[in-house]
């Protein structure tokens, strides 16, 4: 039976460390999309600062997913909230980032979801320019 727990530990540590992994490279993605964007984040932003966890959550789904939008339903979980917590709480908060950011950080896109804002989007190959975010 010992050999049985110290197999199932070991399994554990193991995904633990391919999830933590993961995480950094998504990390690593986020990072090079703002910077690209003309966002510096050393020493934590004040627009980054102004955001709560959840909020940054969402910032994180738009940046990982852009110039493509996300489904609400995929934001509302990606935020932390259980499906439960309805739609206007999403809403909510992308209306309190927008307040943050500026109304155009985060753009609506009707019967899809959301996406990045074209000022905080990175540009992507095919796409014609650069943009500029300031």
Not at 17 to 25: D, G, M, P
Not at 86 to 112: M, S, Y
Request: aromatic share 6%; proline share 7%; glycine share 8%.
């Amino acid at each position: 039976m010992q050999h049985a727990k110290a197999y199932s530990a070991g399994s554990a540590i193991r995904e633990l460390e391919r999830q933590l992994q993961s995480a950094k490279a998504k990390i690593a993605l986020l990072e090079a999309r703002l910077e690209l964007a003309g966002i510096d984040i050393t020493d934590a932003p004040p627009w980054l600062a102004r955001l709560t966890p959840s909020q940054r959550r969402i910032m994180y789904a738009l940046y990982v997913a852009s110039p493509f939008e996300v489904d609400r339903w995929d934001l509302l979980i990606a935020m932390g909230s259980e499906l439960d917590a309805g739609l206007g709480c999403l809403v909510a908060q992308i209306t309190h980032i927008r307040d943050r950011l500026g109304t155009d950080a985060v753009e609506a896109i009707p019967g899809a979801g959301y996406r990045l804002g074209p000022r905080l989007r990175a540009p992507h190959p095919g796409e014609a320019h650069a943009r500029d975010p300031g």
